[in-house]
């Protein structure tokens, strides 16, 4: 890698309101509390039902089908819609009752792109993947911005074969045509949907097909950076032998306190809110077009990714609810305190948080730990070491990778540096040629650009952990069940457990583990799926983790 880490900069660059109609529930009200298992609690944490609904249902600019498509289309099996709540909720998607601003009762995290030209298009924004549900004795309790559940391996699965099921039954096709384009449609206009459909199955199976898992990836993870990479350096270079396999499912992590992080991702690579996010739409189905001069067109929007962000800011963990999961013990939680001060907090901060010393705009940061080399953390190396070593053929970037001298002796470049090159082409084309409503600088978060070097790119951060309680399974891979196992020497961890069931256990702090439908076994054996390392405070007494546990149900 030589002096590549210097070159390594990422995204150096770098509205929607709405009402849903169940009740908010503080955190001391439990009388009003409906038992009926649909009757979704939601805690304080800093929005009012607007703000939750715009974080639920604006676009990033993600494209997966024409929006009356992903509507009318049916099931592989059967005349059951595809987006049919049971089904959407069979693969963990959260799905709310019809209201005014959702009157086609989307879940969570689907949101309608207008578009003038391509016409309305469904996609996924950030809540899909970035909000939690916890279940536990007839209460259903939501987490905004916590940990979604969804398996979007299931879902991409599933739309590809309800696509090739509509092709393949001449009545299926039928119905479907008789909803996009009517009873009368003529055979030319019947013909011409056909094609369209065909070039959206075409184009599901080879993204499928393109980032295929080694490891199923199951609710709650997606490799995220090899799917995103595997967009920009093979799908839109056009360059096949850039293609990547997903080696190293990631969990998707809470968001709470993520807008001050000094830099985000569990490797600690990213510095711009901004480029962040462009980055992860580009992954999640946003259209990309790298042309031969090396300029990017993109569906990003970029204005809403500022707005989501700006919302994500006023947002922060719930208290522990003690009327639903149970009481407190202060005691307890007093003697854990002490042993986290031993034990934990030297990496795990608490408020006020280190920060950052003032940048040339004069912000500063919460400053997050990256310092402990994977050589003592000992978890599974798999994610971060898959993307710190990807290189690829820069192939329309060539000219500019050329002027930065990043081309090696292969004729590649890191992969890394390919997506910033994407990300930053695509701000800099909306800061020329974009609907601008404020400064360049601002939306940039008045954020330098800054480079990750190797070693905190060949690592994990330590993040503080308020609301942790509520975000299990544990690790960037979510190889460990729940908080009491990470708290075990990882030989006597759970080796295998499904993942997917919401019911909550307040006790030790995880999911059931048992099978339910649709849940999926995580084998800690399979590549990327190691449950070792973090062996920190395994070696306390069964008292003493349940102290440690008390301490961290308090941290908010
Ligand atoms: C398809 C699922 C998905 C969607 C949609 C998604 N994310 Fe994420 N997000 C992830 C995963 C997976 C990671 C962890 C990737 C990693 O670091 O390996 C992540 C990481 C993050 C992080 C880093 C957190 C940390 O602790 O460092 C932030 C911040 C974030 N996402 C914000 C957003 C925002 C804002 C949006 C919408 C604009 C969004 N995400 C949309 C899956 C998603
Ligand atoms: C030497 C630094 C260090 C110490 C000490 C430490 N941790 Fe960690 N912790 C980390 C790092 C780094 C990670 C991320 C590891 C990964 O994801 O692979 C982590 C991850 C975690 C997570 C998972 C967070 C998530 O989002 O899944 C929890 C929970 C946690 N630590 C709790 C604790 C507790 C409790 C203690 C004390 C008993 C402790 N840690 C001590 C460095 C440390």
Redesign the pocket.
Known sequence: MKSDHAKLALFAVGSVFAVVNSTVVANDLPSKISKTPDDVIFLEQGWDAEQRAAFYQTT?G?RMLPYDWFLNLEQAKGRQKLSAASNLRKMGFLVDERSDTNPDKLPV?FAKDVDPVKGDSIG???A???TGQLKYNGSTVRIDGGQSLID?EQLQNAILASLEATLADEQKFDRFSKKIIGKFASDAQRNDLMAKVIHYRDWWKARIERSKGITPHGPS??D??TIIANEVACYSLAIPENCAPAVAP????F?WN?PD?DW????SSVHS?LG??VG??TG?FAETEIRSDGSVGSSANINN?YD??AL?KKLHAPAWPEKIFGKIDTGLASQGEAIFADKCLSCHTEDPQPRTAPNKYGETFAKVNFETPLSVLQTDST?ALAFATRRALPGAFLPITNALGIVGADNKVPVASLLNISGSAIIKAFFTNGDLSRSPLEYLGYRESLSPTIAQLTTY?A?PLNGVAFTAPYL?NGSVASLYELLLPAAERLAKFYVGSKQFDPVYLGFSTEREDHSVLLDTAALGNGNSGHEFGTDLSHDERMAVIEYIKTLQ
Request: charged fraction near 15%.
């Open positions: 990033q993600s995290g996924l924004t950030c899909a993947c970035h979007l993870r997606t995220a950076f990631t969990q998707f992590p968001l993520t992080f985000v991702q569990y490797n809110p962040r996010n992860e739409v999640v990714l989501l962000e994500l994610a951060k993040r960037h």
